[in-house]
């Protein structure tokens, strides 16, 4: 498996642009992709996706970067190598669409499987599992469990601001590890202990 993670100008997978693209093996966590770009010609730059994941509009049109299909090739390069493409995330789907729809824009063969693991689905169930209510927006009459939530769930703090496509495939990799084996998967991590684990050591 590997955690994914895309930073782009928006949501829309075919207006809006790769900028960056981070990973991480869950089977082999020293083997980790990042890799920045510019945004693609004509692509749509919504200044609320760029507050989020700190880019400048002038560093998204710098030509000296490299593009949306050279960073999507190189990634694909990287995952030549990794034995399960199984994709893991919040959201996850949200990710594939993105090089699934660059890899077109870039007539690259796409080989990513639609299949995932969503972090979210990971975490309800092992809350409910437990007897602990996952939040709830009665507001909007929905689940309210969004990935800082599913971090402070296993013990580890929020992501910082901005975000960063590496940092959130880093998080990504680690909860879902715990979630799913009970234990950490990183070294950045080990100072913060697995919570449920820890509970029934005491």
């Known amino acids: 498996m590997i955690a994914l993670d ?11 642009s790769i900028l960056s693209i981070g990973a991480v093996s869950l089977f082999s966590p020293t083997e980790q992709f990042y890799g920045e770009c510019r945004a693609f010609p004509g692509a749509h730059i919504e200044d609320r996706a760029l507050e989020v994941n700190g880019f400048s509009r002038e560093s998204v049109l710098d030509e000296s970067r490299q593009s949306e299909a050279e960073l999507v090739r190189a990634f694909l390069a990287w995952t030549h190598d990794q034995r399960d493409l199984t994709t893991v995330g919040q959201n996850p ?7 699934e729809a660059a890899c077109r824009r870039g007539h690259l063969d796409f ?3 639609h299949r995932s693991i969503d972090i979210h ?4 169930m092992h809350m409910t599992e437990r007897g602990i209510p996952p939040p709830f927006d009665t507001a909007r009459r929905r ?3 969004n990935m800082d939530g599913a971090l402070r769930y296993c013990g580890i703090p929020e992501e910082p601001a901005p975000h960063n496509a590496l940092t959130g495939a880093l998080c990504h990799a ?4 715990r979630l799913l084996y009970g234990r950490g998967l990183l070294d950045d991590f080990t100072v913060f202990p697995v919570p449920w684990t820890v509970h029934k050591i005491q």
């Open 6 to 16: 895309v930073e782009t100008t928006g949501t829309d997978f075919e207006k809006h």
């Open 93 to 99: 789907s949200f990710d594939v669409r993105f090089i």
């Open 111 to 113: 080989p990513l499987p």
């Open 121 to 124: 689905s990971l975490a309800f």
């Open 143 to 145: 689940s309210a469990l």
């Open 174 to 177: 680690e909860v879902a590890h």
